[in-house]
């Protein structure tokens, strides 16, 4: 089992809808939890970190579930300027950084 | 912000041949880069972390005899892929945690293609 797992996607949402993504990891151990974006052949950026109460950053909320090991982002009011892959990324008590494999999002006009 | 650069952003080399990237954080001091390859649609792999002034600590199942490390100075660090084989052929990305700073967040260069041919 990968210790960050997510739905490859691709995910194809028209402009402005709202979108979700799920991310489930194994360590339950983890200390801090980021979602990052990726764009095609780039770095990838950070986008936000997760807070356990759950937090927004204009139209990007990131949601932290302990109990069930999963993390989620929202995006509301998609724009075009979005479609990128999503990384979940979980810290472990070493401080290292266990990447998912990243969730595809298009987003169409 | 805390800017990272890599040179060069992509490379095309011949099999057998030792290619060397180089990892620059420009405003900071980087007390620890790290090293990471990612294949594509695979998540980044961490390969090894580099300390300024030690040696690195590589990751289970990473050669380092053929991913030679130096981080020599604290806004330096190198990796080395030496005898690149086609199957070396991955996007590398280093990352530099800044000195004194928030121990959780990681700051990433832009990069590197490498296509071993």
């Known amino acids: 089992r990968k210790e960050v797992e997510q739905d490859p996607g691709p995910f194809n949402v028209p402009e402005g809808a709202t979108v979700a993504f799920n991310c489930t990891y194994s360590?339950?151990?983890?200390?801090?939890f980021f979602w990052y974006r990726q764009d095609c052949r780039k770095e990838p950026k950070l986008l936000m970190s997760?807070?356990?109460?759950?937090n927004e950053d204009g139209r990007f909320t990131a949601q932290l579930n302990r109990a069930s090991q999963y993390i989620s982002l929202l995006i509301r009011d998609s724009k075009l300027s979005d479609s990128a892959t999503y990384l979940c990324?979980?810290?472990?008590?070493?401080?290292?950084?266990?990447w998912g494999a990243g969730t595809k999002l298009i987003i169409k006009p | 912000g805390a800017v990272v650069s890599q040179h060069p952003s992509w490379v095309i080399c011949k099999s057998g041949t030792s290619v060397k990237i180089e990892c620059r954080s420009l405003?900071?001091?980087?007390?620890?880069m790290f090293w990471y390859r990612q294949f594509p649609k695979q998540s980044l792999m961490l390969m090894a972390t580099?300390?300024?002034?030690?040696?690195?600590?590589?990751e289970q199942g990473v050669e380092k005899d053929k991913f030679l490390i130096n981080h020599a100075s604290l806004t330096l660090s190198t990796l080395t892929v030496t005898s690149a084989h086609p199957e070396d052929s991955s996007f590398y990305i280093c990352?530099?945690?800044?000195?004194?700073?928030?121990?959780?967040?990681?700051?990433f260069g832009p990069g590197t293609r490498l296509t071993v041919l």
């Open positions: 990352s530099a945690r800044i000195r004194d700073y928030s121990y959780n967040e990681q700051f």
């Open positions: 405003d900071f001091q980087a007390t620890t």
């Open positions: 580099s300390n300024e002034g030690s040696k690195a600590t590589y």
């Open positions: 360590n339950s151990a983890s200390q801090s």
């Open positions: 997760v807070y356990s109460s759950g």
């Open positions: 990324v979980v810290m472990d008590s070493n401080y290292q950084l266990i």
